[in-house]
């Protein structure tokens, strides 16, 4: 059975470091047909992709948040960690990390972890 | 505003059956496969269909997907009041290192 859970802060201020992390158990970040990704959902709104690490440890980040994220793991302990930069009360969302599987061009998030709320506010 | 466009809302009885559409482009739903997931009030998202018309493990046959150019759809018939829920599309875009999810469309079981 894959679980995922978030962890972190659920209140940070203007201009902090958000940093999540990632456990997993169920499956391992060792190839790179296996990834961890981040999504976040501000409130009432939609799903929003943010990074994906993979097993080989290529990463991929959305390009309009490119500047202020970085994405980690570490295989051993089985997890991952998303740092965002600057956070502003845009930035307050509901954070899912989720288990990218599949095969050949055919990839999905198959199991997502419970999210983790984070305002954003002084 | 998302680049694949559905409906922001479907309502239908239950027993019916109801239709959400995807909308794209040859970057995106043209060239890679569709996923679907389920998101109902509160919880996490759930992957419902994956690769376009693949039912993900336990989802009911009520439930099926479907792809044709640049549009997908997601069917569900004999509709219950479990399915009242936000369904998103989902799919990689040649111009993006990642997925690109549709706005969403809220479900309502009248």
């Known amino acids: 059975q894959i679980t995922l859970k978030e962890s972190g802060p659920t209140l940070v201020k203007p201009t902090q470091t958000l940093t999540l992390t990632c456990t997993f158990s169920?499956?391992?970040?060792?190839?790179?047909?296996?990834?961890v990704g981040w999504i976040r959902q501000p409130p009432g709104e939609a799903l929003e992709w943010l990074a994906l690490?993979?097993?080989?440890?290529?990463?991929r980040y959305s390009p309009s948040l490119r500047s202020r994220l970085t994405i980690t793991k570490d295989t051993s302990r089985n997890l991952v960690v998303l740092t965002l930069t600057a956070m502003d009360p845009a930035d307050t969302a509901t954070y899912y990390c989720?288990?990218?599987?599949?095969?050949?061009?055919?990839?999905?998030?198959?199991?997502w972890g419970q999210g983790i709320l984070v305002t954003v506010s002084s | 505003q998302s680049v694949l466009i559905q409906p922001p809302s479907a309502s239908a009885t239950p027993g019916q059956r109801v239709t959400i559409s995807c909308s794209g482009s040859?970057?995106?739903?043209?060239?890679?496969?569709v996923n679907w997931y389920q998101q109902v009030p509160g919880t996490a998202p759930k992957l419902l269909i994956y690769?376009?018309?693949q039912r993900s493990s336990g989802v009911p046959d009520r439930f099926s997907g479907s792809k044709s150019g640049t549009s997908a759809s997601l069917a569900i018939s004999g509709l219950q009041s479990e399915d009242e829920a936000a369904y998103y599309c989902?799919?990689?875009?040649?111009?993006?290192?990642?997925?690109?999810f549709g706005g969403g469309t809220k479900l309502t079981v009248l």
């Open positions: 989720a288990h990218r599987t599949g095969s050949g061009s055919q990839y999905y998030f198959a199991s």
């Open positions: 169920g499956f391992s970040l060792s190839t790179s047909a296996v990834g």
């Open positions: 690490i993979y097993g080989d440890d290529d990463k």
């Open positions: 040859s970057s995106n739903i043209g060239t890679h496969v």
């Open positions: 690769a376009n018309d």
């Open positions: 989902a799919a990689w875009d040649a111009s993006l290192p990642g997925p690109m």
